[in-house]
């Protein structure tokens, strides 16, 4: 069974979050989720809109190897705080010197930007690319897959990009099987 990783950092985006664990859940994927670890963390991590959730784990707990992927959720704030968490840069960096698939979403791809691990055509939430201040912004797709980085748009593609990392770690039945039983049909 594929593993994904999902850290959340305070002021995470809860629809991108939730969403995507429930979309892969549904596809037959184990998501762990991961709470940074610091004076003021706790495994109740507060969302951007007010919603708090329970993380599985400790960041600081997570070993790269057993993951098969790792996706960030955006929110500026959880952006910001998983772009300064140095066990989240090296897990992504670590992610990608081992091939293994790395995503993210809204904000997020600055996190991965700061890593070093953006690819070289990626999206984000529009004028996040101001942030991120790389070539290769894409504001076309909702979702783009360049090698083994996959980042999505916003709040209102993470069904999309949730279907996307289905059909990436499990395979197009699947994800055919979760787009139908969900009514996704504006997801290509």
Do not use: H
């Not at 070993?63 to 098969?68: E, L, S, V």
């Not at 279907?163 to 139908?180: C, F, P, W």
């Amino acid at each position: 069974m594929a593993t994904v990783l999902v850290p959340l950092a305070k002021g995470f985006e809860e629809v991108e979050a939730v969403s995507l664990i429930d979309v892969m859940r549904r596809g037959g994927i184990e998501v762990i989720s991961a709470y940074l670890d610091g004076e003021f963390e706790t495994d109740l991590v507060l969302g951007a809109n007010g919603i708090t959730i329970k993380a599985d784990v400790p960041i600081k707990t997570v070993i790269a190897d057993d993951f098969d992927m790792i996706v960030l959720p955006g929110g500026w704030d959880g952006t910001y705080a998983l772009a300064e968490n140095e066990k989240v840069q090296s897990l992504l960096r670590e992610f990608k010197e081992k091939d293994k698939v790395v995503g993210a979403i809204c904000a997020a791809p600055y996190a991965l930007k700061t890593a070093g691990v953006l690819g070289d055509e990626y999206t984000c939430y529009p004028s996040v690319e101001n942030e991120i201040k790389q070539d290769g912004y894409r504001d076309d797709k909702k979702v783009v897959v360049d090698g083994n980085i996959i980042t999505s748009r916003g709040p209102g593609t993470a069904l999309c990009f949730g279907l996307e990392i289905v059909k990436r770690l499990v395979g197009v039945e699947s994800y055919q099987a979760v787009k139908d039983g969900m009514l996704l049909d504006f997801c290509n």
